[in-house]
């Protein structure tokens, strides 16, 4: 069947209609029996309206799919409405149809008025809005009920589902069995009317600028009406986001939406002008995941505590109700304020994030949990506490509105200058109060700490201060007289603690006496204890009716009481005496504890010592130099790498070498002395000639320049070294003997920074030293092939002198005696060498050396001193030489021809925390 209506036509009961049923321009009304009245259509396309006036909806039956409106409205009224468990309402775009007359189909509402939805499913006197899109399913079993949106339409509009309620109760309840499903795909709800609120339950899929919107006002009558989510929004196949719009008219509505499961949608929240979310319902669930743009009201109701790491930005405002904990962790620039109401409001969770900006009314407790420092810049203002925790220095830059009680625990409070609170604070363990400024009241529990001004200040009081027992008042005192300084219009009741002195380095009196605490309502009790960061001065505390005083004098500690090592002992015993009007001991006496063994050990001159030291060890580098000379001289086919190679031509002719050098070693300290890097670079050259088939005797010359630095004292050197000797060398068979004697004279400087708490000065001096050896070494030549083999054995004592010496430069110069020091050392090894000739006719001889060596007698150097300007004396010891070291060498020699030789090689000496490098370049010429 098609029909076609064109006019006003009424359909009765007892009707039952088939095929398709097209309504033109007006109107198809159903009469009161439209219950009994069944429309099996096929299809059901409408130009006009459809209304029906019956007490029974029952008139589409369940094969009744396909059902389309085209731009107008579908309204029913009466007890019940659509016959099946499941009826459809779509419209014809949605499910494929197409006009009769060809036409384009539009977007069309549907409107079922119905008194109730009771359990069996029938109709209400609410109002249910589907439009454009939307598809119903209702079924009255499990007493459910279901909402689904589809998409956009073929004209570009978005579907949207509007529940109107005229009721004064619920007009769609979510307890019991009663739920509602809410699939949405794309945009948005709105709740109109006088109803108290919409419940809506489960799970719904949003998409992203889903938007829910109410309005609760009728009739320019207010009503406080709220929509309530217990169930979840969560993403569809793109992040959802959630808009909140309040479209009531100014003045006539406030209502809330009320968020009372967590929900899991992820692209953020926005709350429009003059909208509220409400997060949670007085339980413990209720929140959003990401960012929230509030321009209107966020209201956050929970029994326990809520941590969100989001951030809240925009116009609007935050209010914290609910006996719960809201932790804010994000950086939140919200201008609205903030309200606590109820509960707590926690800034932070221990970290460097967490933050809000303007005012704050706090009538329950606003705590601060930041690591670092914080500034906070509103005014807060209300009848709750403040608490600080979390070791963060929080800064009050705007705590002028504020006179309810605050307390710092496990964290600093800074005052900005100038800042007034009319705050009474409480300092519990581990809490500490600093700044100048004014407060209201303070009391410093045990394991709390007042610290006034910023090293030094003062904090003023318009109130009483106590100090319990187990709190401490920490004061900086500076050399010029600057010190903290607590300031009470009220009393001071002191029930014990403790005072500690934190005196800035500097020079202070013998007898320095500053105020600490005033209090013009007078001053009870004292503190229990008192402590310095002094070593050699005693803090003493006095009492007056209105004051307390700090007073500094030299104790009875030693200087030598402090130090740690040997060489700050020995120093310390000397400067112990030097009295008041020495400069030095006027700086030692005002050392912080602890600063006492620095300052010791940049007075010592140790590197004196540890410059001894280098200069006996450097002395290894003339008698490698001969030796490497002898051996090759001597037993030319064993090709150990030195300066010369060439053998001796037949007339006995002499030879004359140089061999260049550099060299770079290191000795770590020992914990008494610092550690010594040294260099060396510089040139050896000789003249040897036989004196029979066995013997042969040469006189050798060089020049060096060492540097040295201590850089853990400050100290650096130079020593330009000036060397003579003479050697000789025999052979007897394989048996290879080998001597030599030298002298070195050392024109060395030195520079020293002394530099310390108190005290800095610039010492140098020159001096000489000398250093005199004899050395000898025998071996004998195992001849292996084309390869030698040279085990040997030697001995080498070397003795070194220093001359006296005077510093200049500042009142810690000091005057050092001669040192001597005699060091024999010993080593056994073994020699590889050859000779090889290579295609072009070219003789190459490798070599390589091993060997282990072992130093007796003096191995520490040591200086003794005293002060330019008279003390007694005290001797250093500076870095020791390595009594065992390993011992390598390693070479080439290239025969320009048969009287002249190239060689190149490397050496090094290791040891346990020294070692010793050095690269050679020789040239060896017969005539």
Excluded at 176 to 201: H, I, P, Q, Y
Excluded at 260 to 265: F, G, H, I, L, S
Excluded at 285 to 312: E, F, K, M, P
Excluded at 717 to 730: H, L, M, Q, V
């Amino acid at each position: 069947m098609k029909a076609s209506v064109d006019t006003m036509t009424y359909i009765h009961k007892d009707r039952k209609l088939f095929g398709f049923i097209l309504i033109a321009s007006t109107a198809l009304t159903a009469s009161t029996a439209f219950a009994d009245t069944t429309l099996d259509t096929f299809g059901f396309v409408a130009r006009g309206s459809i209304a029906q006036n019956g007490t029974s909806m029952g008139g589409f039956s369940q094969s009744n799919l396909y059902t389309s409106f085209q731009g107008e409205t579908y309204q029913a009224s009466g007890t019940s409405f659509l016959s099946g468990p499941t009826s459809v309402l779509a419209p014809a775009s949605q499910q494929g149809l197409t006009d009769p007359d060809g036409k384009t189909v539009s977007p069309v509402t549907y409107i079922l008025t119905v008194p109730s939805i009771d359990a069996d499913g029938k109709a209400g006197t609410s109002t249910y809005t589907f439009d454009h899109l939307g598809k119903v399913l209702v079924s009255p079993q499990s007493n459910k009920y279901s909402f689904e949106l589809y998409g956009t339409s073929d004209s570009g509009e978005a579907a949207k589902l509007t529940v109107s309620g005229t009721e004064t109760t619920n007009s769609l309840t979510g307890p019991g069995a009663n739920s509602l499903s809410f699939a949405l795909r794309t945009d948005s709800v709105t709740v109109t009317g006088k109803a108290t609120g919409l419940t809506m339950e489960s799970v719904a899929q949003i998409g992203e600028g889903f938007t829910l919107n109410y309005n609760f006002s009728d009739g320019g009558t207010g009503f406080a009406g709220s929509l309530t989510l217990p169930g979840v929004l969560t993403d569809s196949s793109v992040p959802g986001s959630v808009i909140i719009k309040n479209s009531s008219d100014p003045g006539n509505g406030n209502g809330t939406i009320v968020f009372v499961k967590d929900q899991k949608y992820t692209g953020g929240t926005t709350i429009n002008g003059g909208a509220t979310l409400q997060l949670g319902n007085g339980g413990t669930s209720g929140s959003v995941l990401g960012d929230i743009v509030n321009n209107g009201q966020l209201v956050v109701d929970r029994s326990d505590t809520l941590t969100y790491a989001g951030t809240i930005s925009g116009t609007g405002s935050l209010t914290k109700t609910g006996t719960g904990t809201l932790i804010l962790t994000g950086d939140s620039t919200y201008t609205g304020g903030t309200t606590i109401s109820e509960g707590t409001l926690q800034i932070g969770d221990g970290g460097t994030t967490g933050s809000i900006v303007g005012d704050v009314v706090n009538n329950a407790t606003l705590v601060f949990d930041r690591a670092g420092t914080y500034d906070f810049p509103g005014t807060i203002t209300g009848s709750g506490a403040v608490i600080i925790v979390g070791g963060s220095t929080v800064n009050f830059t705007g705590a002028s509105g504020y006179d309810g009680e605050i307390t710092v625990s496990d964290s600093d409070f800074v005052l900005s200058s100038g800042a007034v609170s009319g705050s009474a604070y409480t300092i519990e363990s581990g809490g500490r109060i600093g700044g100048s400024g004014t407060i209201g009241g303070l009391t410093v529990a045990s394991g709390g700490t007042a610290a006034p001004g910023y090293s030094p200040g003062t904090l003023t009081v318009a109130g009483n201060v106590t100090f319990l027992a187990g709190s401490t008042y920490d004061v900086d005192v500076t050399a010029a007289g600057a010190h903290d300084l607590i300031t009470a219009t009220g009393t001071a009741s002191i029930l014990g603690g403790t005072v500690a002195v934190n005196a800035s380095p500097g020079s202070y009196n013998p007898m320095t006496r500053v105020t600490i605490l005033q209090a013009n309502g007078g001053v009870t009790g004292t503190f229990s204890d008192v402590t310095s960061n002094l070593a050699f001065l005693t803090p003493q505390l006095s009492y007056d009716a209105n004051d307390v005083y700090l007073t500094l004098f030299r104790n009875d500690i030693s200087f030598a009481s402090q130090a740690e090592t040997a060489n700050q002992r020995a120093l310390a015993g000397a400067a112990d005496p030097l009295g008041w009007s020495n400069p030095v001991y006027y700086a030692l006496a005002n050392l912080a504890t602890g600063a006492a063994p620095a300052a010791f050990d940049s007075l010592s001159g140790e590197a004196y010592a540890s410059a001894s030291g280098v200069m006996l060890q450097q002395s290894s580098y003339l008698r490698d130099a001969v030796n490497a000379r002898l051996a090759q001289a001597l037993t030319p086919e064993s090709a150990a790498s030195g300066p010369a190679t060439a053998a001796l031509s037949p007339e006995l002719a002499p030879t004359l070498w140089m061999q260049g050098f550099g060299a770079w070693a290191n000795a770590s300290g020992n914990g008494n002395a610092a550690s010594t890097a040294s260099t060396i670079g510089g040139l050896f050259g000789g003249l040897d000639v036989a004196l029979d088939d066995t013997w042969r005797a040469g006189l050798v010359a060089g020049y060096s320049r060492t540097t040295f630095d201590v850089d853990g004292r400050s100290s650096s050197g130079t020593s330009d070294n000036y060397d003579i000797g003479a050697y000789a060398g025999a052979r007897y068979g394989d048996l290879n003997l080998k001597t030599g004697i030298s002298y070195t004279w050392h024109d060395a400087d030195m520079r020293r920074a002394v530099a310390f708490d108190g005290y800095s000065g610039v010492n140098s001096a020159g001096y000489d030293a000398a250093t005199t050896q004899v050395f000898g070494e025998a071996g004998y030549t195992v001849h292996m092939d084309d390869m030698t083999l040279e085990p040997f054995a030697g001995l080498a004592y070397v003795h070194l002198a220093t001359r006296d010496l005077t510093e200049t430069g500042s009142t810690s110069a000091l005057s050092v005696s001669t040192q001597d020091m005699d060091t024999l050392f010993s080593s056994i090894g073994v020699r590889l060498g050859s000779q090889v000739t290579l295609a072009s006719g070219v003789t190459i001889s490798p070599s390589l050396s091993l060997a282990w060596q072992h130093a007796f007698d003096d191995v520490t150097p040591v200086s003794t001193a005293r002060f330019a300007s008279g003390s007694q004396d005290f001797a250093v010891a500076g870095v020791p030489l390595a009594r065992n070291s390993g011992l390598i060498r390693a070479g080439l020699d290239y025969h320009l021809g048969p009287n002249a030789v190239l060689s190149a090689n490397y050496s090094g000496r290791f040891a346990g925390g020294a070692h010793d490098n050095a690269v050679k370049v020789g040239l060896t010429v017969n005539f």
